[in-house]
């Protein structure tokens, strides 16, 4: 099915293990990003991506590794899994933003609209 | 920095009724958008509804519109007719447009819980 997936859709691993989360998306979208969903903080943005090879941090990067070698994958490595990354994540990808009539910004259509994975649960014990 | 506040952490509305979920935030920036993400126990991240800033006008998806007041900074969002199936978290969430090839961020609210009682 097209979209965009999430796997696994749970893990527990132990403090210190290396985990990676993948993120596969069928829409050929030049954007992809990484968050945590964590009670009283809402979603934060860990990484995204503007394209292939181009990375960069959010709010969150400390303890996290991504790559994105191919426009269809985004993976999420956790270097060394601690405690307080347990958490939910979820991956999204967008169009990359249009050119507005004015030319002034970027902007102007549903290309704009992130759309997100089915998210992923992570207990690091 | 750019915040996005959502005061309401739980509302409750009966069946066919409407309730209101509030979102406020805080920009210097002039061009950006807002959103409403729903997220029902499935944790499936919804679109529910955006809104360009540049428009007054406010937009609408059928039983979901939203009262955009960029002056007060304000974007709430109108739930007519409430169904069981909106019982979900709900997310605002504000992007910033950006002048780059980094793509846009966004920043979301800690959301709001709604549950629809039959």
């Known amino acids: 099915d097209a979209g965009i997936t999430q796997s696994p859709r749970y893990k527990i691993t132990e403090t210190g293990r290396q985990v990676t989360l993948m993120c596969h998306q069928t829409?050929?979208?030049?954007?992809m990003f990484w968050y945590r969903q964590d009670l009283g903080h809402g979603l934060r943005l860990i990484y995204y991506?503007?394209?292939?090879?181009?990375?960069d941090k959010g709010e969150v990067p400390d303890g996290y590794v991504v790559s994105r070698s191919k426009t269809e994958n985004f993976p999420l490595t956790l270097e060394s899994a601690t405690r307080s990354q347990t958490s939910v994540y979820f991956c999204?990808?967008?169009?990359?933003?249009?050119?507005?009539?004015?030319?002034?910004?970027?902007?102007?259509?549903?290309?704009?609209?992130?759309?997100f994975g089915p998210g992923t649960r992570l207990t690091v014990l | 920095a750019q915040t996005v506040t959502q005061s309401q952490p739980e509302m409750s509305v009966q069946e066919a009724e409407t309730v209101t979920l509030s979102c406020t935030y805080d920009?210097?920036?002039?061009?950006?958008?807002l959103f409403w993400y729903k997220q029902p126990p499935s944790r499936q991240m919804i679109l529910v509804i955006r809104?360009?800033?540049?428009?007054?006008q406010n937009a609408t998806e059928n039983r979901f519109s939203v009262n955009f007041q960029k002056a007060a900074k304000s974007f709430s969002l109108k739930i007519s007719d409430s169904q069981l199936g909106d019982t979900a978290m709900y997310f605002c969430?504000?992007?910033?447009?950006?002048?780059?090839?980094?793509?846009?961020?966004?920043?979301f609210g800690t959301g709001t819980s709604l549950t629809v009682i039959p």
């Open positions: 999204a990808s967008s169009d990359p933003p249009e050119w507005t009539l004015s030319g002034r910004f970027w902007g102007g259509s549903t290309r704009d609209t992130q759309y």
């Open positions: 829409w050929s979208h030049s954007y």
């Open positions: 991506s503007a394209a292939a090879d181009i990375t």
């Open positions: 920009t210097s920036e002039n061009n950006y958008y």
């Open positions: 809104q360009e800033a540049y428009k007054q």
């Open positions: 969430a504000f992007m910033k447009l950006r002048h780059s090839n980094t793509g846009n961020q966004f920043y």
